[in-house]
């Protein structure tokens, strides 16, 4: 089984269990819904799937644990999808614990597309960590020469909860 760094368990902190049921938007031609297990359960109509994404070269999932919205319990969560063929870009979702953590799950803040942000099509995350209230991010994108399979460009990013949305900050190409 994938290994995946937890955090202490606190009275209101998310852990790994609470993001395998997860809330998730409508992404790449599925619907909303709630993991099940890491993964959207299969929907009538849409092939493919949504789920948790795990960094196959540590067997670890992507995910990070740590204040996000002064509460210290919140999470930051990397969803893969696909309709039926090759990958679409990678999604950061943010998550705090929210009054319902235990019944429903942890309440999702919003995320970002990767896509939209470089606009390659590939994007897959290679490194993601919260710290100072702020989800950092380091992802692939593809450059001009890079075919759909294999990007080569190392882009970051800081994403933050602003009190009403997850908005992408210093969006920059990295060395």
């Given at each position: 089984?994938?290994?995946?760094?937890?955090?202490?368990?606190?009275s209101r902190?998310?852990?790994?269990?609470?993001?395998?049921?997860?809330?998730?938007?409508?992404?790449?031609?599925?619907?909303?819904?709630?993991?099940?297990?890491?993964?959207?359960?299969?929907?009538?109509?849409?092939?493919?799937?949504?789920?948790?994404?795990?960094?196959?070269?540590?067997?670890?999932?992507?995910?990070?644990?740590?204040?996000?919205?002064?509460?210290?319990?919140?999470?930051?969560?990397?969803?893969?999808?696909?309709?039926?063929?090759?990958?679409?870009?990678?999604?950061?979702?943010?998550?705090?614990?929210?009054?319902?953590?235990?019944?429903?799950?942890?309440?999702?803040?919003?995320?970002?597309?990767?896509?939209?942000?470089?606009?390659?099509?590939?994007?897959?995350?290679?490194?993601?960590?919260?710290?100072?209230?702020?989800?950092?991010?380091?992802?692939?994108?593809?450059?001009p020469n890079?075919?759909?399979?294999?990007?080569?460009?190392?882009?970051?990013?800081?994403?933050?909860?602003?009190?009403?949305?997850?908005?992408?900050?210093?969006?920059?190409?990295?060395?």
């Amino acid at each position: 089984a994938p290994t995946t760094p937890v955090p202490a368990p606190g009275s209101r902190a998310i852990t790994f269990e609470y993001l395998q049921r997860a809330p998730v938007p409508a992404l790449c031609e599925h619907d909303p819904g709630n993991l099940r297990n890491g993964e959207l359960p299969p929907q009538d109509g849409h092939p493919g799937n949504v789920g948790i994404a795990l960094n196959y070269n540590t067997a670890a999932y992507k995910v990070a644990f740590g204040d996000l919205t002064g509460g210290a319990g919140d999470a930051a969560m990397v969803i893969h999808c696909n309709a039926g063929g090759v990958g679409w870009p990678e999604i950061v979702q943010l998550y705090t614990a929210g009054p319902q953590l235990d019944i429903t799950g942890p309440t999702r803040l919003g995320g970002i597309d990767l896509g939209d942000l470089t606009h390659g099509g590939s994007e897959i995350v290679t490194a993601l960590s919260i710290s100072d209230g702020v989800a950092h991010v380091t992802w692939l994108a593809n450059g001009p020469n890079d075919g759909a399979c294999c990007p080569t460009v190392k882009m970051m990013a800081d994403l933050r909860w602003d009190g009403s949305a997850v908005v992408a900050q210093n969006v920059r190409r990295a060395n």
